[in-house]
């Protein structure tokens, strides 16, 4: 890493502790300056195997929001990228970063995902989610979000909501006409919450969740209609 892009990987966690040792280590294969896990109170051992693994660990209250603000706050570099524990970026996402970023218009991204499942249905969730940044803006979480530290700090964080930090997060950007750009990546993504709930299920349940949010019902409000569900979430 250059002294010219200093690179800080956030991971939120609840109860990944079969995850989280593979999240570290391929996150510290990105060669950042810092890798934070922000945990929210899990029952597991998710905390102490992100510790043996080599990362930051903070002790956080529950929701994605809240950990992700405190663990971009314990970290150093000058790039915040947000990844979810249960999704990787390959090595080349940090010369793709460097190079969208290198155009000061640029205030950040995220990355085509390649989820880890052979089913066409998975290859249409791809093309629609990689879409849906390059037409209309909008990142969510599991496309590992990243963003200028500066430009994270001026508009305020993420929500600190229980639900669709990430949709609120774009939709300042989009209002302040900050554009951000899709990368190749790819970012893997694993397809535990599509199996458990069904693809076409799941997809309905995150559409019906963001036509709330456009009704004006609160992110907190729809949390508690989404908490049977959110185990493992991917919105």
């Given at each position: 890493?250059?002294?010219?892009?200093?690179?800080s990987?956030?991971?939120?966690?609840?109860?990944e502790?079969a995850?989280?040792?593979?999240?570290?280590?391929?996150?510290f294969?990105l060669?950042?300056?810092d890798?934070?896990?922000?945990?929210g109170?899990?029952?597991?051992?998710?905390?102490?195997?992100?510790?043996?693994a080599g990362?930051?660990?903070?002790?956080?209250r529950?929701?994605?929001?809240n950990?992700?603000?405190?663990g971009a706050?314990?970290?150093t570099?000058d790039i915040?990228?947000?990844?979810?524990?249960d999704?990787w970026?390959?090595p080349?996402?940090?010369?793709?970063?460097?190079?969208?970023l290198?155009?000061p218009?640029?205030?950040?991204?995220?990355?085509?995902q390649?989820?880890?499942?052979d089913?066409?249905?998975?290859r249409?969730l791809?093309?629609?989610?990689?879409?849906?940044v390059s037409?209309?803006?909008?990142?969510?979480?599991?496309?590992?979000?990243f963003?200028?530290?500066?430009?994270?700090e001026e508009?305020?964080?993420?929500?600190e909501?229980?639900?669709?930090?990430?949709?609120l997060l774009?939709?300042?950007?989009?209002r302040r006409?900050?554009?951000?750009?899709?990368?190749?990546?790819?970012?893997h993504?694993?397809?535990?919450?599509?199996?458990?709930?069904g693809?076409?299920?799941?997809t309905l349940?995150?559409?019906?969740l963001?036509?709330g949010l456009?009704?004006?019902?609160?992110?907190?409000?729809?949390?508690e209609?989404y908490?049977?569900?959110?185990?493992h979430?991917?919105?």
């Amino acid at each position: 890493m250059t002294s010219a892009f200093r690179l800080s990987v956030v991971i939120p966690t609840l109860n990944e502790a079969a995850l989280i040792e593979r999240a570290v280590e391929r996150a510290f294969a990105l060669q950042p300056i810092d890798v934070v896990v922000a945990d929210g109170q899990s029952a597991d051992q998710t905390a102490s195997l992100a510790a043996a693994a080599g990362a930051t660990v903070l002790a956080c209250r529950p929701g994605r929001g809240n950990q992700m603000n405190a663990g971009a706050a314990a970290t150093t570099g000058d790039i915040l990228l947000f990844l979810h524990a249960d999704g990787w970026l390959e090595p080349q996402g940090v010369e793709q970063m460097q190079s969208a970023l290198a155009d000061p218009k640029i205030v950040g991204g995220a990355f085509r995902q390649r989820i880890d499942h052979d089913g066409r249905v998975f290859r249409c969730l791809e093309w629609g989610n990689a879409a849906r940044v390059s037409w209309r803006r909008m990142a969510y979480g599991d496309q590992g979000i990243f963003i200028r530290r500066s430009v994270f700090e001026e508009i305020g964080h993420f929500p600190e909501v229980q639900l669709m930090e990430d949709v609120l997060l774009m939709s300042e950007l989009r209002r302040r006409s900050l554009p951000i750009r899709l990368l190749a990546g790819p970012l893997h993504v694993d397809p535990r919450s599509w199996l458990k709930q069904g693809v076409i299920r799941q997809t309905l349940h995150n559409w019906t969740l963001l036509a709330g949010l456009r009704l004006g019902i609160s992110p907190n409000r729809l949390a508690e209609l989404y908490r049977p569900h959110r185990r493992h979430k991917h919105l």
